[in-house]
């Protein structure tokens, strides 16, 4: 934070704690509406626990809505059970539809049973409604506050309806068309309105082809819409074709912090979490990672059997271990290298299932070409090393193969086993990091000890 920053804030909180003593709840919405909401929100965080009471029950919904959306969800379902169902159901009820309903979807069910009691028959209906839907799907992260225009009405009536409405609306950049069943017909944006001629009807100059997507389609898939195409918003229908929200460009934002978080973590052997690192608990960290961990625990066994039935090789030709974290180490890395080049080619839609034969025979050869020069490496550094017991000629090739064979290998299955797991429904990342290191390492242990025994005649 920079001197000026710091300045401001701490003005900023001298401000408010002054009007909090005061109880000038007028003043203080005042002074709220004029800051811009998410410098309030990090003022809010620096205040004590009383204090971020008072200041959320003495502000008007509206304006405490606004600090709500800006905090951590921890934060957020914290406050409604401090401040109670009432309060908490005037500030959902004034934030964003979408932001609102990841709120909801938080907090427990007899909460948010009760919050929605609080509200108007229609607008609780609204909620349930975008409740029951997968929070990973469109319409679980879609918002419902956009302009609407039926084909009929004349340029000047859209321009005087949108003026009307459009305060409410996350953008006014798409500006929507519906029949009069709600079927999404058209699109234009304010701009198509403004140099229209006044006297036109909305159908004569709104596009007809209207990029949208399904109300049940995963958020991945509106994700790539969005890249595209280059929309700030984009329609979610039904199954009827009804108009039933819009996806702001903030909410696919979210949407790829989430994934990326989401898939770093897979990547890593963990427990996918949507809390910060420190809002964590310590023992919620601990589970997330233990899982993983005990799984690949009972993976890494396999690499000591492979060791255990080849014991004999490693007492006969002592120099062979010398080599092992070499040989498991590059492939292990090759492995890693191309899973994380497959992964993300599969969630940007670079490569598909029918690729996999393509997929396979060019990390085939990348992997290739990379264990030639691996293998090279691992023969001129076995001549460096002395051997006993053992013509260093022999030992070169036995590593060099063993190299060769193994980064090969480690390329295949790095991008084979994502392309396997999307068959199979499952998340590729899972497969990814660590899981493909273990299965990798146990398959260059066989690979080594077999072709010692080949070469050198154990």
């Not at 509206?62 to 005037?90: F, N, P, R």
């Not at 108007?120 to 319409?139: M, N, P, T």
């Amino acid at each position: 934070m920079d001197e000026e920053t710091r300045v401001r804030l701490e003005k900023m909180l001298d401000d408010i704690k002054a009007l909090l003593s005061a109880g000038d709840s007028a003043g203080l919405a005042d002074y709220a509406g004029q800051q811009h909401p998410a410098d309030l929100a990090e003022a809010y965080s620096l205040l004590s626990d009383e204090d971020k009471r008072s200041l959320i029950r003495l502000l008007p919904s509206e304006l405490a809505a606004d600090i709500v959306e800006e905090l951590d969800t921890e934060d957020q379902t914290e406050l409604v059970t401090e401040i109670g169902t009432a309060k908490a159901s005037g500030i959902i009820g004034a934030m964003e539809s979408d932001d609102a309903t990841d709120l909801l979807s938080e907090l427990d069910e007899e909460q948010t049973e009760d919050i929605l009691k609080k509200m108007g028959r229609e607008e609780a209906q609204e909620f349930k409604e975008l409740l029951s839907y997968e929070d990973d799907s469109s319409g679980g992260i879609m918002g419902t506050e956009y302009v609407a225009l039926t084909p009929n009405m004349k340029v000047d009536y859209a321009l005087d309806f949108i003026r009307r409405t459009g305060r409410e609306a996350q953008t006014l950049n798409d500006i929507y068309v519906v029949d009069a069943d709600e079927r999404l017909v058209g699109v234009l944006s304010l701009r198509d309105i403004v140099v229209a001629n006044p006297m036109l009807k909305v159908s004569e100059i709104m596009h007809r082809k209207v990029v949208k997507v399904g109300v049940g389609s995963d958020q991945e898939e509106a994700a790539q819409l969005f890249k595209k195409y280059g929309f700030s918003a984009l329609p979610v229908v039904d199954e009827h074709d009804k108009l039933t929200g819009i996806i702001t460009a903030d909410d696919i934002l979210h949407v790829v912090d989430e994934e990326a978080t989401e898939d770093i973590q897979k990547m890593a052997g963990t427990l996918s979490s949507d809390e910060t690192y420190m809002s964590t608990r310590t023992t919620k960290h601990w589970f997330n990672r233990v899982i993983w961990l005990a799984i690949l625990f009972l993976a890494d066994l396999s690499s000591g059997f492979i060791m255990k039935g080849f014991e004999e090789s490693l007492e006969a030709v002592v120099s062979l271990t010398f080599f092992i974290p070499l040989l498991i180490g590059c492939g292990g890395n090759a492995g890693s290298q191309s899973s994380a080049i497959m992964i993300r080619s599969l969630a940007l839609k670079e490569v598909h299932l029918k690729d996999g034969l393509k997929v396979i025979w060019k990390e085939t050869r990348i992997g290739l070409l990379l264990g030639l020069v691996t293998g090279l490496a691992g023969i001129v550094l076995s001549f460096l090393i002395p051997h006993a017991g053992v013509n260093w000629l022999h030992m070169g090739i036995t590593i060099g193969i063993s190299m060769l064979f193994t980064v090969m290998i480690g390329s295949v299955a790095g991008a084979g086993l994502p392309i396997i797991a999307m068959h199979l429904n499952l998340d590729p990342a899972v497969i990814a990091g660590p899981l493909i290191t273990t299965i990798v390492d146990a398959l260059g242990l066989i690979i080594y000890f077999s072709t010692a025994r080949m070469i050198i005649g154990l």
